[in-house]
């Protein structure tokens, strides 16, 4: 009896148990033989029995069986497996990299379902929103199939693939303070954004679930929220029983998340639960607090829309490392205020090498993959004292479903070409099942990094067409520019009409009760122009304000107090509903309420503690290399951005 006599059933059962290599090589004996390798049902049967039960990450986005056709499961089936071995063999560098190049900062982007791109960018002219089809990218195109304008820049955004489509809440401000929820459609025989709808006055979103949309900022002051967008419904979520004016709480949190019948809120000791509404007029009532160890960057795993019965899983970068939190639901029920949320690390930091008054962190833009197995992040735990002889680099690790004593093992690489620059304010995504990253930064530099790199094998097409809902009542974004209405940043030497239109007209209009050493005189203030200090661009203090502190918005600088023979500098500023005083010569920053502007009192102030450390390393490194890159290579890359067509602030044009 031959091979070929056994019937296309028996011929299956065999390949099965065949390596992939040697069912290519079976293909090629005769037509009967690649009519079997062929069929449809074999690669059910290994992606099933073979892909599956070995543990490897599937696209949790993957059509049915029904839909997918035998050449793209059999796309799937081999890329998954090649995939498996380089994460095997602790080799993750990328076979294969697109590169664009855009004409603004990118400020946020997001990789959807293996196929498509998302991005945000700005400058001082413009705000836009991009979407590229990967599938084309990977053939050559740099276009993308959709790209529209916003009134005001992208800060945070949030993004879901609903029934009804793709769903993007994007956050935006500080020049128009708003959440604007949009998506992607087909119209007239090409995609197009258009907008769903827009609600005013809030801003900083941490969550999109379906109708919700959860935020941190409400007409300019940190009160966390939800709000139904669809209904236009708002719901304040209450302050703990000691409230949100102490050190972790008066600032946004890391993140919200739903969790059953939970509304989850983590700031930076806490992690807080509260009933979700479930009606339009139900109200969001406080549950419990459980302590959690100092947090600086946090991701959740898995969807808002898991099951009701799976446990809470969180993944956060501590002063300890890379460590996971699992919560389940029938320990719930015993956790008190002194609780300490258990978690296990499952990546230890490295020693740090800095020596100045407060240690930075090596780590930092903690990233979780959609299946909520692999974490990612950009490590610079090397001195910056060799900074060109050692990248930042990213590290790879599988999260465990449960913490466990097993060693969990790190891959990095790194990008030789150094671009886009790991150090330069940096957004990431990855899809961990088909091996994607992306990154881009505020030089627009944006690179699509493909760990297996096999062509046709892509598989970009393996999820439903959210796109090919028409669009006919929505209103379409627009594709012409819209002119940004930012105010005029300080400079040495302002003209009246540009002092009048500058942000400096702005300043010290609460009129405080202050003592005779403080001033108003910013004209006579040597500092005040300077251009690392208020406007909010990158690296700024007012930058520094809302990344490390967690205080976005806006800073409003009110007064000063300046003796350079006593080397001490103070600046008061408002941001939102609090007074911010800097203290240079203590390199330390104190907070208050609005409501105790007649108190003022620099002794009874409260110190106010970082909320992300690793903010701080990034803009040190953002810095150290800018200056390196002029000094040492004659590099400008924000000259190079203005070069296609950008508009960065003229302060970076500046060859030093």
């Known amino acids: 009896m031959t091979l070929t006599s056994l019937g296309e059933y028996l011929i299956i059962l065999v390949c099965l148990e065949l390596p992939l290599v040697d069912i290519t090589?079976?293909?090629?004996?005769?037509?009967?033989?690649?009519?079997?390798?062929?069929?449809?049902?074999?690669?059910?049967?290994?992606?099933?029995?073979?892909?599956?039960?070995?543990?490897?990450v599937v696209p949790s986005y993957l059509k049915g069986h029904d839909v997918l056709d035998a050449v793209a499961l059999e796309a799937l089936v081999r890329r998954l497996s090649r995939l498996a071995d380089k994460w095997e063999a602790g080799n993750l560098s990328p076979i294969e990299i697109s590169r664009l190049r855009l004409a603004q900062s990118i400020t946020w982007l997001r990789l959807v379902n293996g196929n498509w791109l998302f991005v945000a960018s700005s400058d001082n002219n413009v705000s836009r929103i991009s979407c590229w089809d990967l599938s084309l990218v990977f053939q050559g195109s740099v276009e993308p199939v959709a790209e529209a304008y916003l009134p005001g820049r992208v800060k945070t955004a949030k993004l879901e693939v609903q029934s009804s489509g793709v769903v993007l809440a994007l956050g935006l401000g500080p020049e128009s303070s708003s959440i604007h929820v949009i998506t992607l459609r087909q119209h007239s025989g090409r995609h197009v954004f258009s907008e769903l709808c827009c609600v005013e006055d809030s801003s900083h979103v941490l969550l999109l679930c379906g109708d919700i949309i959860g935020c941190a900022v409400r007409q300019g002051a940190v009160v966390p929220h939800v709000v139904n967008w669809k209904t236009g419904e708002i719901h304040s979520i209450p302050p703990p029983p000691n409230g949100r004016d102490i050190p972790g709480r008066r600032n946004v949190p890391h993140l919200m998340t739903i969790w059953g019948e939970f509304l989850v809120v983590l700031g930076t000791n806490t992690l807080e639960f509260y009933t979700f509404p479930s009606l339009v007029n139900d109200s969001i009532l406080f549950v419990k607090a459980i302590k959690t160890p100092t947090i600086w960057e946090a991701a959740?795993?898995?969807?808002?829309?898991?099951?009701?019965?799976?446990?809470?899983?969180?993944?956060?970068?501590?002063?300890?490392?890379?460590?996971?939190?699992?919560?389940?639901?029938?320990?719930?029920?015993g956790f008190n205020d002194d609780t300490i949320c258990p978690n296990f690390c499952i990546a230890k930091c490295p020693q740090r090498i800095y020596l100045s008054e407060e240690d930075e962190e090596p780590w930092y833009r903690l990233c979780i993959g959609e299946t909520g197995q692999r974490a990612l992040w950009i490590a610079t735990d090397e001195d910056l004292d060799e900074i060109f002889n050692n990248p930042a680099h990213f590290v790879y690790v599988n999260v465990p479903l449960l913490?466990?004593?097993?060693?969990?093992?790190?891959?990095?690489?790194?990008?030789?070409?150094?671009?886009?620059?790991?150090?330069?304010?940096p957004?990431?995504?990855?899809?961990?099942?088909?091996?994607?990253?992306?990154?881009?930064?505020?030089?627009?530099?944006?690179?699509?990094?493909?760990?297996?790199?096999?062509?046709p094998e892509r598989c970009c097409n393996l999820a439903t067409d959210f796109t090919d809902r028409l669009t006919s009542k929505e209103v379409l974004l627009p594709t012409v520019p819209l002119k940004l209405d930012l105010p005029v940043a300080p400079r040495r030497e302002m003209t009246d009409s540009e002092l009048n239109n500058s942000v400096i007209s702005q300043w010290s209009k609460d009129h405080l009760d202050l003592p005779e050493d403080w001033s108003t005189a910013w004209l006579g203030y040597e500092g005040y122009w300077q251009w690392d200090r208020w406007h909010g661009i990158p690296c700024d203090s007012a930058w520094l304000l809302e990344h490390a502190y967690g205080f976005p918005g806006p800073v409003i600088p009110q007064a000063y107090k300046y003796d350079p023979d006593l080397s001490e500098q103070h600046l008061l500023c408002r941001v939102g509903n609090r007074y911010l005083l800097f203290m240079w010569a203590e390199s330390e920053i104190?907070?208050?309420?609005?409501?105790?502007?007649?108190?003022?009192?620099?002794?009874?102030?409260?110190?106010?503690?970082y909320i992300c450390r690793t903010a701080k390393t990034e803009r040190r490194r953002y810095s150290t290399m800018l200056a390196s890159e002029r000094m040492c290579k004659g590099r400008n890359r924000w000259v190079e951005m203005a070069g296609r067509g950008g508009c960065p602030d003229e302060r970076f044009l500046v060859q030093e």
């Open 590 to 609: 104190r907070s208050w309420p609005l409501s105790e502007a007649g108190e003022f009192d620099v002794l009874a102030s409260e110190t106010q503690p």
């Open 300 to 333: 959740v795993c898995g969807s808002a829309h898991m099951p009701p019965i799976a446990p809470l899983r969180l993944i956060t970068l501590t002063p300890a490392g890379i460590t996971l939190c699992v919560i389940e639901h029938h320990d719930f029920a």
């Open 427 to 455: 957004c990431v995504d990855f899809d961990e099942a088909l091996g994607l990253t992306v990154v881009g930064n505020c030089f627009g530099e944006l690179a699509i990094y493909d760990h297996d790199g096999r062509y």
């Open 25 to 56: 090589s079976l293909r090629q004996v005769c037509r009967c033989l690649t009519e079997a390798t062929n069929a449809k049902v074999l690669w059910i049967k290994i992606l099933d029995q073979r892909i599956r039960n070995a543990g490897t």
């Open 403 to 425: 913490p466990s004593d097993a060693p969990t093992p790190r891959i990095t690489w790194n990008d030789d070409a150094d671009e886009p620059a790991l150090w330069a304010l």
